[in-house]
């Protein structure tokens, strides 16, 4: 077991190995014309505004969140919106309000889905019970974005300084979801968090805290921690955040092999002496770990 689990990793290290000391292009495509997601409800609007949207796929279907100000009588506040595409993103159909009012300060939308039609959207609100509160809401459906079950709260705590952006990823098949947050250690100092669900997010495991180093996680800004990403699929689970244990905001990162059960050792993604953020994570078939920052 351990030799196999070894195996795996080793995998996911070639493919940063990889990344790090070969050249990096960039180039572009033209896609086609571009498609309004948002609907004619939200062009009515006078105040109405659509931000931060999040993506996720499904074979041709394809699934958008986003902020949306468009119930707010004056524009100043948001509820998390949803619509989905079944050729492509070719047409879209009408937007649908998820968050339902469930709590103020509705913010950061992150959405993931599985091949077997689940869809899960997560999204912070800076306003639950406690107003000094930082809190994710999640909510799903199991019928390709169709129709939604009501929000709940999937996490909580209370502090004088916020976490923000919350992530979240399914593996493609056998109904594993995962959630990473960042937790204030100090006024400066983050830690990572991840909790884990095997039954489509019916239930949760506890959070479990990866990083090794007390308080590694860095702000990402005054009073909000540290940009994260994360990627699962076929039991791997891999996690990269902004982290300062080197005196700089440097990208770091960790992985599980067993569906985020057991976490190896936090390893650095971006070089040694160059200041790197917003770290964004990609699983190959094979196994191998791709990261942009």
């Given at each position: 077991m351990?030799a196999?689990?070894v195996?795996k990793?080793w995998?996911?290290l070639?493919g ?5 000391t ?8 033209v896609l086609?014309?571009?498609v309004?997601?948002?609907?004619d ?7 109405g505004?659509a ?9 041709h ?9 468009r ?5 100043d506040?948001a509820e ?9 993103g070719a047409?879209w ?6 968050s339902?009012?469930v709590?103020s300060?509705?913010q950061?939308?992150?959405?993931a889905?599985d091949a077997a039609?689940w869809?899960?959207v997560?999204?912070a ?10 809190a994710v809401?999640m ?6 974005g169709?129709?939604f079950?009501?929000?709940w ?8 300084w916020y976490?923000f952006?919350?992530?979240?990823a399914a593996?493609?098949?056998?109904g594993y ?7 204030p250690?100090t006024?400066s ?6 909790t884990r ?6 239930n949760?495991?506890d959070w479990?805290w ?5 308080g ?6 005054s009073?909000?921690g540290?940009?994260i990403?994360i990627v699962?699929?076929?039991s791997?689970?891999?996690?990269a955040?902004e982290?300062?244990r ?5 990208i ?6 067993d ?9 650095a993604?971006?070089p040694?002496g160059?200041t790197?953020?917003h770290?964004h994570?990609?699983l190959?078939?094979d196994g191998?770990l791709y990261?942009?920052?």
């Open positions: 351990v196999k689990r195996g990793r995998i996911v070639l940063l190995i990889a990344l790090l070969t050249p990096v292009y960039a180039g572009s495509r086609g014309s571009n309004q997601v948002t609907d409800a939200f062009n009515q609007t006078e105040f505004e931000n931060r949207p999040d993506v996720a796929v499904n074979g279907k394809v699934y958008a969140v986003w902020e949306d100000t119930d707010s009588a004056l524009g506040a998390i919106y949803f619509a989905r595409s079944t050729d492509g047409t159909s009408d937007n649908v309000n998820i339902q009012d709590a300060g509705l950061y939308p992150a959405i889905a039609g869809v899960y997560i999204w609100s800076y306003s639950p019970p406690d107003p000094a509160a930082y809401y909510s799903r459906s199991n019928d390709n169709q129709t079950e009501d929000p709260m999937l996490g909580y705590h209370t502090a004088d976490s952006k919350p992530e979240i593996e493609p098949t056998g979801v995962y959630v990473v947050i960042n937790a250690r006024s100092t983050y830690d990572v968090y991840v669900s095997a039954d489509h997010g019916e949760w495991y479990q990866i990083n090794d180093v007390d590694a996680g860095i702000e990402h800004s009073f909000y540290p940009l990403s699962a699929n076929d791997i689970v891999c996690v955040w982290d300062g080197d005196g700089y905001m440097r770091y990162g960790d992985c599980s092999t569906h985020g059960a057991n976490w190896g050792t936090d390893f993604i971006s040694s160059v790197a953020s770290p994570l990609a190959a078939p191998a990261a942009a920052y």
